[in-house]
């Protein structure tokens, strides 16, 4: 699960009984259009995303997404 919020985007690694933070990026500044941006991890990893994808620079392939009107409660309490 990724949560995209001013500037930052926080990934969650969710199962049926918790919810872990894991990787987070900031958004790279002046890059992206209007609907795909950019965001950068500690590590150098690029992610971009657009409306319903997510893509790792390098990688062959796209994370599909979809929204959610909010965290679950078990990653609200990580």
């Keep these: 699960m990724l949560r995209v919020e ?3 985007l ?4 969710v199962t049926g009984i918790s919810c872990l933070p894991g990787a987070s990026a900031r958004r790279v500044p002046d890059s ?3 609907t795909a941006f950019r965001y950068a991890t ?3 990893e690029v992610l971009t995303v657009r409306p319903g994808s997510v893509h790792v ?3 062959v392939g796209v994370r599909a ?3 959610l009107a909010a ?3 078990r990653c609200r309490e990580a």
């Design 6 to 8: 001013s500037g930052r």
């Design 10 to 13: 926080q990934e969650y690694q």
């Design 32 to 34: 992206g259009s209007s």
């Design 42 to 44: 500690e590590d150098g």
């Design 57 to 59: 620079e390098g990688s």
């Design 65 to 67: 997404t979809c929204p």
């Design 71 to 73: 965290l679950p409660e």
